[in-house]
């Protein structure tokens, strides 16, 4: 695992990967940020479109634990989970052009599975969608926008999850948990509220 300064989470000093914490159900801890400040963010949904559970991700699009994670999450789609991806640009110089490639498709959902399921593959190393070259101001407001609020959350590497239970506590789970405890996120985490339409935010 390696952590990183709050200071240090810019886009010059590029943050690597959470390892995997086995021990994953030590590291959740309650935070006082509000979920509003995830559900006003700009997220890209995966899994079902009427959640039963809901569960927010900080990614990186060239983060292979994130990769991992994304694989592990996507059996639990068709048992009423949806994921909500909040990319930040963290690990090399590619990643804010990645992320920037999936805001700006026409269907970022299918961007960001084109990313993942081109894993390792193509000239594009780890993340599978081709970066744009200059991203723009409105995608880099973005990131900063998102990176900040994964600090918010006291997250300082990628992946990060964050949800509610049934009582309101929100929980933060740093790097990738274990398959055990994945299980347990899932079933715990609620849809606080009304859901939103299935669409990303911003």
Known sequence: MHRFPKTTMTLAAAALCWAMIPAGRARTRTVPAPMRAL???HWIPEGSAHPRHLVYVFMDANC??????????KPYYRRGLQ?????????????PG????IFDASDPSAALRE????????????????PVAHPGPRDLRRLAHNEALMEQFEIDGTPGLVFADGRGHVYVVPGLPDKGYLAQIVRTAVVPGRVAPAKGRG
């Not at 292979?64 to 592990?72: E, G, I, K, S, V």
């Not at 990645?98 to 490639?101: E, I």
């Not at 990313?115 to 081709?130: D, K, L, M, V, Y």
């Open 39 to 41: 559900q006003q963010t």
């Open 64 to 73: 292979p634990y994130c990769h991992t994670l994304w694989l592990a999450l």
């Open 83 to 95: 994921v909500r991806d909040i990319l930040v640009g963290v690990i090399s110089p590619s990643s």
């Open 115 to 130: 990313n993942e399921r081109s894993w390792g593959h193509g000239p594009h190393a780890h993340g599978g969608i081709a």
């Open 98 to 101: 990645k992320a920037a490639a």
